[in-house]
């Protein structure tokens, strides 16, 4: 599938709609955690395909490390 910039716009559109939605109704002052189960729900309920919480390498000042 070739990503248009179309495409790209109305995705990111609606993923920043997720996170306003999420803020909207929880507010300020949580923890990063319980902002992201409720973000991840609201894509879901919007149908939107995602992955998260997966382990990247990373390089860092000549060192490999796994982060997530």
């Known amino acids: ?4 910039k179309r ?3 109305e995705l990111t559109y ?3 709609g997720c996170a ?3 803020h909207k109704h929880l507010g300020p002052g949580l923890i ?3 902002y992201e189960k409720c973000f991840l729900k609201e894509l879901t309920l919007r ?3 995602f992955k998260n919480q997966f382990w990247v390498p990373v390089r860092y ?3 490999e490390l796994d982060a997530e």
Do not use: N
């Not at 599938?1 to 248009?4: D, V, W």
């Open 7 to 9: 495409y790209l716009d």
């Open 20 to 22: 306003i939605e999420v």
């Open 47 to 49: 149908g939107i395909a």
């Open 14 to 16: 609606k993923v920043i």
């Open 1 to 4: 599938m070739r990503l248009t």
């Open 61 to 63: 000042k000549e060192l």
């Open 32 to 34: 990063e955690s319980v």
